[in-house]
């Protein structure tokens, strides 16, 4: 197989190396990708699949976020998968969380506007409008089925792109432009090695020693009684803004947090806040909890979706829910980076660490990651 050159080699089928992949298909890069399962099955075909700008803070990473959306939308048209660019609602049912929602408003106004509660119901039709004071639009986030989307992307790869994929390949080892594999040895000029949590394999040591933790997260899916609902945008309420970064910059958040630490312990503890996705078979991805390195149990802990269902009940009809999978998923979060880049010499660069945002940002990252790479010999690593 060494006979056979590529310009490029990505290792991992997860939505990091399938971005990689896509952008170099789009220079019209040879280019191969491994996968050591039939089918990629880590944190891609476990999330909530949502492309969420507006977990980001606002500047360079909202930017590439909106930048990852816009090759999202093309995606699709050209793979053909399901997309909904349903935005998202952001509930407040406390004083602090609504005060919370109009600071970032303030400084966010032409992504985001605040609704009262009969304007939220109007949009989200299901959701319980009696606790609610008040709620933020935004209309930039968008849905997909990550599991349908990694399939959809790996054969549009395959059979529009002329992408080699190499399934069921375990990678033991990837240098100076060879590649190793179960079933032999491959040449490329590049290589980009996206393996997601896969921490014991490919350059464990320089894992080992990184600021990289693995983290947890536990995750519901459900359908809703005998009928149907359309919940409209994706839902999240208060412990999200404590969550999520973007939000960090707004004056009320410490008094929100505060709040949070005293009257949720276990909440913060588990690391749980509460989301509603909506998929194209009408199920609803209720999530999630981020329990961190040593913590880490391969069970998953009945506690969590108990207390994800109580909360969520404030404000959502969770009696008529049921329940049709439960499952964790894990991925490697990097402090204050878009991704963990190393470059273990002048071919092969080591990519991973996309944390809780991999849907987000990895399509442009991917792009922009390449661009940078022409001619590809110097970088070291991705600033963002
Ligand atoms: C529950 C949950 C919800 C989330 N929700 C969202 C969300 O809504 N929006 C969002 O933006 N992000 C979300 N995320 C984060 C997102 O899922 C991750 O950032 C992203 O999936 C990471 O992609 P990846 O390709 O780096 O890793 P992975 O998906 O883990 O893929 C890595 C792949 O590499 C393969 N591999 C590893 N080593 C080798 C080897 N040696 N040889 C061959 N193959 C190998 C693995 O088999 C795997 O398929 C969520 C994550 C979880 C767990």
Not at 61 to 71: G, Q, T, V
Not at 85 to 107: M, R
Not at 260 to 270: C, F, T, W
Not at 286 to 297: F, M, R
Request: net charge positive.
């Amino acid at each position: 197989m060494e006979n056979q050159s590529f310009d490029l080699a990505v290792v991992g089928g997860g939505i990091a190396g399938l971005s990689f992949a896509c952008a170099s298909a789009k220079k019209g890069y040879r280019t191969l990708l491994f996968e050591k399962d039939n089918a990629a099955c880590s944190a891609s075909i476990r999330n909530f699949g949502l492309v969420w700008p507006i977990g980001q803070p606002v500047g360079q990473r909202y930017e590439l976020a909106m930048k990852s959306r816009e090759i999202w939308l093309q995606l699709s048209r050209e793979a053909g998968f399901w997309i909904n660019q349903n935005g998202s609602l952001f509930v407040a049912t406390c004083e602090d969380e609504l005060e919370v929602l109009n600071e970032y408003c303030n400084y966010n106004s032409s992504n985001a506007k605040i609704l009262s509660p009969s304007e939220a119901a109007n949009i989200s039709r299901p959701i319980l409008t009696k606790k609610i004071k008040g709620a933020l639009y935004s209309k930039h986030e968008m849905t997909v089925n990550s599991p349908e989307v990694i399939h959809s992307l790996t054969t549009y790869l395959r059979k529009k792109k002329n992408v080699t994929i190499r399934s069921g390949e375990f990678v033991y080892e990837a240098a100076n432009g060879i590649i190793r594999t179960t079933a032999g040895s491959w040449r490329a000029e590049r290589i980009l090695i996206c393996s997601g949590s896969v921490t014991n394999a490919l350059y464990s040591n320089v894992l080992k020693q990184s600021s990289l933790t693995a983290c947890k997260l536990q995750m519901m899916k459900f359908r809703y009684g005998r009928g149907t609902i359309n919940i409209g945008p994706t839902i999240c309420g208060g412990l999200t803004l404590h969550h999520y970064e973007s939000f960090s910059k707004c004056p009320s958040i410490e008094n929100l947090r505060k709040r949070i630490r005293q009257e949720l312990p276990e909440y913060v503890k588990y690391g749980i806040h509460v989301l509603v996705a909506q998929n194209n078979y009408n199920h609803l991805l209720i999530g999630d909890s981020h329990e961190y390195g040593e913590a880490i149990s391969p069970f998953d802990k009945a506690v969590i979706n108990k207390l994800i269902l109580k909360y969520l009940e404030q404000y959502f009809p969770v009696k008529n829910l049921e329940l049709v999978h439960s499952w964790h998923g894990i991925y490697m979060k990097n402090p204050n980076r878009v991704a963990f880049v190393y470059q273990a010499d002048p071919t092969t660069f080591l990519i991973t660490g996309f944390g809780g945002s991999g849907m987000t940002l990895a399509p442009a990252f991917a792009e922009s990651f390449l661009s940078s790479m022409n001619g590809i010999t110097e970088i070291s690593t991705h600033n963002l």
